[in-house]
Structures are given as C-alpha cells and as structure tokens.
C-alpha cells in the first residue's frame, strides 16, 4: 500500500483523504499539509491522519497529491521542487496547470498524472479525468486511477483533452445545480413550499440520475419516456426549445471551455491554443 500526501487539505484534499479512508487505506498510510494549526488538528482529530511538513511529506510519501489552488502553486513548487525526486509520483488535481508545469521544475524523469475531479468528490460521486505527462507510465496511471476510484469514477484522457474534461465535469455540477434552483423557483411560481419544491426537483434530480447511470437506454429515449402524446411534457418541452435552453448549453460549455484554455495559455512554454 503506497504512502499518499495531500498536499493541501481544503475540500478536494479532505474529500480524497475521506474517500481513502472509507475505502480501507491505513491511516498511517495517509499524511497531509495544511497552512493553518487550527485546521491541521480538525483534520487529524476527525480522520486521525498526521499533519507534517512539507518536507517530510515529500520525505515518507510515495505518491504527492497537489491540492492547492492554482494561484498559490507557485510558493508551494518553490518548497517542494528541489526535494521531489522520480521515485515520487507526483499527482496535480489543479484546475488548468499542466504537467509541463511541474516537469519543468521537478527532476528530470519525475511521473507528474494530471486529474480534473469535481466537487462530488465531496460525497463520494466525483467524475475525474486522468492524464499521463511525459514521464508518467500505465503503472502511474493505474495508482492514481485506484486512488480515485475510492471517491467516485475515473476516465483515463489524453491532456490536450483536460479542458474539454473541465468544461463538460469540472464545471458540470454548476450547471446542474442552476438547473435544479431554477426548477425549484417555478414550484414556487406555482404556490408550493420551497422545502416540499426542493424534495421534489432533488430527488426527481436523484432518480434521473440513476436511471441515466444504471438503464441500457439513450437520454432521448428516457425523455420519450415521459412525454406522451398530447401530454403536459412536450407542452413544457416546447418551450423550452422556443427558448433556445439546448443551444444556450451548448454555448456555456464551449465557453467555459473558451475561458480554460486562455486560463492554461499562461503556464505552457509552447505556442498556446489561445493564440490559434
Ligand atoms: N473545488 C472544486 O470544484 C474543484 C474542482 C476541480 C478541481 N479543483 C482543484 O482542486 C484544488 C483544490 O481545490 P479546493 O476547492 O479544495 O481548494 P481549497 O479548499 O482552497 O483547498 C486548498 C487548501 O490548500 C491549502 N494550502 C495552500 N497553499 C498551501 C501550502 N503551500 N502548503 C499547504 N497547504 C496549502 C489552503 O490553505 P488556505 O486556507 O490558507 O488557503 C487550503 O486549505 C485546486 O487546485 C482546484 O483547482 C477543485
């Protein structure tokens, strides 16, 4: 069982440990990294994980998970670049930072896997996307992959795929949650109680879900479903293509999309996409 550090325990790093927990990982196998006492002692008193140093993270661990926001990437490289060596594999779960990033700053040979999760994470139902860098191996790419699979599901990409990846998942629980806020606001349009309009937009919301993940069928044919002939759906499904709903998707995606690559542009040592 390999040693994991997570270097920055905010929610996506506190979710990982959780997850890691649940899923059988020895305690004494996981470490983590935090800027504030008061939050290092919540952590080690709720998981009885250890709080240590940077040092002694890159020292014990075998796999580094980065989980600090991107703007504050650069102190950290600063801590850790000269004491990462390529036995360590180095995993970033930061939005928009490739792994040319951190190879370029770690010893040459250093495996660097690019994750994209989403917050999900947070209840165990995370949707992340796996990327090798240039050193990293099937062997990398299978660790991280199981160390994933304890909070959620993984698909294993190609990097020039990971701000599609951001657009459609990373950004994808927002979309869906403006989706259920809106829905909510019409049960209140038409009278009922917020509390009993959020019960049935959140489990409606469940339910879909699950028929989406477990059923054989395509989503038209689930929309099919319930839009009978004459009914009160294709009345609502009209407007809704009167609207333009299914282009306005189309639109914010692409643009979500738009924005991350001119966000990664910056870091990239090459020609970046955004200058196309
Ligand atoms: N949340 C999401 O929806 C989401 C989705 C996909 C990917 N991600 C990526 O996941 C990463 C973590 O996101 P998050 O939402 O968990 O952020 P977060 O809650 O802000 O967690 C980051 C944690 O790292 C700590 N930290 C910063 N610099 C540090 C250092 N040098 N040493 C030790 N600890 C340090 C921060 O402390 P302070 O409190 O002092 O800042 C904070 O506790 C980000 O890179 C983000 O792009 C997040």
Redesign the pocket.
Known sequence: MSTIAV????????SLLSGLINAGHATEKLLF????QQ?AEELTERYGVRNVD?ADAVGQADVLV?????Q??E??LE?IALLVTPEKLVVT?????PTELFERRFAAGTPVVRV????PMLVGEAMSAVSAGTHATDSHLETVEEMLGSVGRVVRIPESQQDAVTALS?SG?AYFFYLVEAMIDAGILLGLPRAVAAELIVQSAVGSAAMLREGEGHPVIMREGVTSPGGTTISGVRELEKHGVRAALIDAIEAAHSRSVELGAKHRSGPSEADD
């Open positions: 270097l920055g325990a905010g929610k996506i790093g506190e990294t935090e800027r504030h939050r940077i980065v989980s600090v926001k991107p504050d990437i102190p950290l801590l779960l930061c939005a928009g930072l994209m999760p989403n917050t990373g629980p």
